[in-house]
């Protein structure tokens, strides 16, 4: 079992920034690929970036690509998503998850947090 908590979110101005964060409760945290996904209003959650486990490979959403950076650091059970150049579509609870492999689809994951909110102003 793993446990996550996101946190990190709030209310940006269009063009800024902000950074989430996954902690997770297991030391062997390492061993989980990690996923950030979003859920806007009345739309179906989407896939943002994921990491593996040794933070080696790396995959991005394409409408993200150029402006968020997912990373982990094994060492504090904790991965981040670095959001720049933000866009009003970017507003949405932004959830993270672990799965044994990395994954873009959202069933492939076994655990996730209960969710942080972003919302950008335009």
């Known amino acids: 079992q793993v446990q996550l908590v996101e946190s990190g979110g709030g209310l940006v101005q269009a063009g800024g920034s902000l950074r989430l964060s996954c902690a997770a409760s297991?030391?062997?945290?390492?061993?989980?690929?990690m996923g950030w996904f979003r859920q806007a209003p009345g739309k179906e959650r989407e896939f943002v970036a994921a990491?593996?486990?040794?933070?080696?490979?790396?995959y991005y959403a394409d409408s993200v690509k150029g402006r968020f950076t997912i990373s982990r650091d094994n060492a504090k059970n904790t991965g981040y998503l670095q959001m720049n150049s933000l866009k009003p579509e970017d507003t949405a609870v932004y959830y993270c998850?672990?799965?044994?492999?990395?994954?873009?689809?959202?069933?492939?994951?076994?655990?996730w947090g209960q969710g942080t909110q972003v919302t950008v102003s335009s």
């Open positions: 990491i593996s486990g040794s933070g080696g490979t790396t």
């Open positions: 998850g672990a799965a044994k492999l990395v994954r873009v689809r959202e069933y492939d994951y076994d655990y």
């Open positions: 297991r030391r062997t945290f390492s061993t989980y690929a």
